[in-house]
């Protein structure tokens, strides 16, 4: 059995949300482990899965062989493609699960630990794209700062940059245990945070920035009228304030009906909304889930449905 093995948060709630029901296909775009497929797959539906992790991908269908489920490589930005490329047309539902997971962040090798020695590297698909060490080469201080500050949300984002590329120029940074220690010196003693590592804002902004993970979410927001048939919905589960206030913008603007000024007497713009929000405060994980599964806590999970 392949070791990836991931906690699913908010299982029971995604099901639900989605009507998974016999006669009904759902795309999930972050297969991972297989956990939300699996339920779904329980409930009668039907599943399309992908994903960027080849180590997820090679779990997944162990876990779920001899299921009615169809699983892909890939991004799920390109999930209109993907689909395609499977000959299959709109879908039931479409689900993603953002961030990292449990498996990827354990494994050193994977370069998002910065409890051990790993490679400069952070891509969630190492088949493709650039690690973090070549974007390194990239990012001059200003840029490294503006990303360890915008997406990480760190104080000390312009102290960290710059001891950061120090290193890096002089080539004396090699793996993510030096990038960790080198965070925590750059950070005042009195100001590391109390219930996480000193290291954490930084490894996110920098794991976020080398997979662009904010551009796939809004590549996928965008491709949902192509993905999701009428009457069909649309589920996010996201562990980032970024990305939760991403969903929740994007939802609302499918939901929007007239554009025109609010003094216009009567609609000129013609446009009607199309999809409806079916959680007007994200959906969180309750007590018995939390004392399970800690990890749980920041899950925010959206839903919006194409009305028929």
């Known amino acids: 059995m392949s070791a990836f093995v991931h906690r699913t948060v908010l299982q029971k709630e995604a099901v639900s949300l989605l009507a998974a029901a016999p006669g009904k296909l759902i795309l999930d775009g972050t297969l991972g482990g297989g956990g939300h497929a699996l339920a779904l797959l329980e409930a009668g539906a039907r599943v399309v899965g992908i994903d960027q992790d080849p180590v997820a991908l090679d779990a997944a269908r162990e876990r779920l062989a001899g299921r009615d489920v169809v699983i892909a490589h890939g991004n799920f930005r390109d999930a209109r493609a993907v689909l395609d490329s499977l000959g299959i047309g709109d879908v039931d539902g479409a689900l993603v699960d953002l961030g990292v997971s449990s498996p990827q962040l354990d494994d050193p090798s994977r370069g998002f630990s910065f409890r051990e020695g790993g490679p400069l590297d952070m891509r969630m698909d190492p088949t493709r794209g650039q690690p973090l060490l070549e974007r390194l080469d990239e990012w001059d201080e200003k840029a490294l700062s503006r990303i360890l500050d915008s997406l990480g949300e760190e104080r000390f984002a312009r102290r960290i940059a710059r001891e950061i590329q120090r290193a890096h120029a002089s080539r004396t940074l090699t793996d993510t245990k030096q990038l960790a220690e080198l965070v925590a010196s750059s950070i005042p003693r009195k100001a590391w945070p109390k219930h996480i590592h000193p290291a954490t804002r930084t490894f996110q902004a920098l794991r976020i920035a080398v997979n662009d993970e904010l551009g796939a979410l809004a590549g996928w927001l965008s491709e949902l009228p192509r993905i999701v048939a009428r009457g069909g919905r649309a589920l996010a589960i996201s562990f980032h304030s970024l990305e939760d ?31 409806k929000v079916l959680t007007k405060k994200p959906v969180e994980a309750g007590e018995e889930e939390l004392a399970a599964n800690p990890r749980a806590r920041s899950a925010r999970l959206r839903a919006v449905e194409r009305l028929s």
Do not use: D, E, S, Y
């Open 245 to 275: 206030r991403m969903v929740k913008q994007g939802f609302a603007r499918l939901a929007t009906g007239c554009i025109c000024p609010p003094l216009l007497p009567v609609c000129a713009c013609g446009r009607t909304a199309q999809w």
